[in-house]
């Protein structure tokens, strides 16, 4: 049964401008021009995350994905339209704990990055630990770690940053099954406690359809947003709920036909 979480607040993201953290408006980003070989990666994309909202993006492998969450971060620049955004991170899909520092010391490098002394930064990171059920492993070295335990506490980092906006990229596609859901019921609760805007890319529709106020599809390769989900299903969702199975045929049917109806 899921773990009992409180309801995320839903942001009324197209009532003002003035409460969206993240908008796209006709963002296109090509690669490989310079060799005279451009690949299109997405293509006229548009759209808005509120404040406190989690949106889901999915889609087809090489659509453009993770190309969206680094326009979103900064970390590249769009060939045409725009991207405004409050300050983001990035979790990339790997953990890359490093191997020399222990879980507290690598949950608090962006504290050591922002220049905060090495106890303060430990103070403020330790806060958390039992909060996100890593209590008792602070000073464990990610080889002593199981693979979810890794996600948590590069997750603590990528919260520790103090970004407004989180940009998640499939945090959980290297686990199993079962750490995958128990990972997705955490994340859900650590939200509920510590909220913040996210944008989260998964190729797991059931785990949009779970975590998400509104889930994104796109098309194959040039990703291009062919329909949105708004996912108005009450903390905690079960699998089995019929809203939630409608939500994620509904999903698989536009995945499948990639926009041609």
């Not at 889930?215 to 009450?234: F, K, T, Y």
């Amino acid at each position: 049964m899921p773990t009992e979480v409180q309801p995320r607040e839903h942001s009324p993201h197209r009532e003002s401008s003035a409460r969206e953290d993240v908008r796209l408006k006709d963002v296109s980003r090509s690669y490989g021009r310079e060799r005279g070989g451009a690949i299109q990666a997405v293509a006229g994309v548009s759209l808005a995350v509120g404040r406190g909202e989690l949106l889901a993006v999915v889609g087809p492998s090489g659509c453009g994905k993770t190309t969206l969450l680094e326009l979103i971060c900064g970390l590249q620049a769009p060939d045409r339209g725009s991207v405004t955004c409050a300050p983001a991170v990035l979790m990339p899909q790997r953990d890359l704990l490093l191997p020399w520092l222990s879980a507290i010391d690598n949950a608090a490098l962006a504290l050591r990055i922002a220049r905060l002394s090495r106890v303060d930064a430990r103070r403020r990171a330790a806060t958390l630990f039992a909060e996100l059920g890593l209590d008792g492993f602070e000073h464990a070295y990610p080889r002593e770690l199981s693979g979810g335990m890794r996600q948590r506490v590069a997750f603590l980092r990528t919260l520790l940053s103090g970004k407004s906006v989180l940009c998640l990229d499939e945090p959980f596609g290297a686990l199993d099954a079962i750490t995958r859901v128990e990972m997705q019921e955490w994340l859900a609760q650590a939200l509920a406690r510590e909220p913040r805007t996210v944008v989260l890319v998964t190729h797991d529709v059931e785990e949009a359809i779970m975590l998400a106020d509104r889930v994104a599809v796109l098309s194959p390769r040039p990703g291009r947003m062919i329909e949105e989900l708004e996912v108005d299903i009450p903390h905690p969702r079960a699998r089995t709920d019929a809203e939630v199975i409608t939500l994620r045929e509904r999903a698989l049917l536009t995945l499948r036909l990639g926009g041609h109806r």
